[in-house]
């Protein structure tokens, strides 16, 4: 009953941005998203939406909160994932980092604290020691993180990261990518209000 409802619901937003009337959709590729040239694989079943972000980025921070409440409101079938960007080698540990926290069951813990860590502490984490010191502060096992950091796991993880990242094609961050195919930057989407809007735009648009 709540998909059909959710799924009611979707129509109805659809409706109300005029998709389907006479003047078009609101939205055009190559305008407000980019329409990739060689599709992305997802990685779940469903609509997947990713972002595509880095906790050295200022703007993801500020995304944080309202991206998180748009997830929260998904439909069943939309599964949100995030990509770390790896740009240069203080991104690429910091997507490092993302990994371990992920298979150390704790990223739900400590996502939000490491962005916060960064942005309103102004702590320098791009280090991995000192990464591994702000984590043993807030309870999480330090040495532990330094094993899973170089596991194998975690750097293939970062492996499949940056190449999905250059399929992504992004020269900012953060980014939105729908279902492996379209890109929304917050540029053309004139901020980041805008880039959820299209991506409701395009999560209907992949329903059959």
Known sequence: MKR???RYLGFGLMALLGTHNAVGAPYEAGVHYVELPTPVAVRADGIE????????????????????????RLPEDV????????????????????????????????H?????????????????????????????????FGKVFNSFGVLATLQQAEARGRAYQATGVPSLIVNGKYRIDAGAAEGTQGMLAIADYLIELERP
């Open 79 to 110: 599964v949100f994932s995030r990509t770390p960007a790896i740009w240069n080698q203080g991104y690429k540990h910091l997507a490092q980092t993302y990994y371990t926290l992920k298979a150390m069951n704790v990223l739900e813990k400590m």
């Open 112 to 144: 939000l604290e490491v962005f916060n860590a960064i942005h309103l502490k102004r702590l320098n984490l791009v280090d991995p020691s000192e990464m591994a010191d702000f984590l043993t502060d807030n309870g999480v096992d330090g040495i532990a």
């Open 4 to 6: 059909i409802i959710r």
């Open 49 to 72: 939406v990713t972002e595509y972000f880095s906790y050295g980025c200022g703007y993801c921070y500020q995304f944080e909160p309202v991206l998180s409440a748009w997830v929260e």
